[in-house]
């Protein structure tokens, strides 16, 4: 009984010091994604869905809910954000190549068909996108495939 004490107290004391350290907050604005919006022309409901579902994960900007204060349920976050954006950054759109885009954007459209995106772990809390919003955006991702298609049959044509 008092060796789990000894490790109860342990682990308390681990839990309050690792209140004090604290990973990087991923916080730009949403202006980091005016490129990708600008080229990929989201209807106004797609980029409300894309703000509310999509960006905290795939963008430069994430709205932090309160837990993400509380470690170790930050450093999951920081995780899970990093992981997101090494995946897909609308914030970094502009970086990309015409087949990477049109890459990035089949594989989105994969993602929300399969219903892989948004994740459990963000649809328990945040709520899920019904079908017509995962209809919106699959319709919008193909649609904006197209100009990149498009350029990649005028390249390979030369």
Known sequence: MKFIKIVLVILLIAL???QFIRPDKNVSSYESVTAFEAE???S????GILKQNCYDCHSNHTTYPWYAEIAPV?????EHI?????????SAWEEYSVKKKDHKLEELIEMVEEGEMPLDSY????????DAQQKLVIQWATMARLQ??????V????
Not at 123 to 130: I, K, P, Q, S
Not at 155 to 158: D, E, F
């Open 40 to 42: 990929t022309q989201p």
């Open 148 to 153: 990149y298609k498009e350029a990649l049959e």
């Open 16 to 18: 309050v010091v690792i």
């Open 74 to 78: 930050s450093f999951w976050l920081d």
């Open 155 to 158: 390249s390979t044509s030369y």
């Open 123 to 130: 649809t328990w809390v945040h709520g899920d996108l019904t």
């Open 82 to 90: 990093e992981h997101g954006k090494g995946h897909f950054n609308a």
């Open 44 to 47: 106004s409901e797609v980029a």
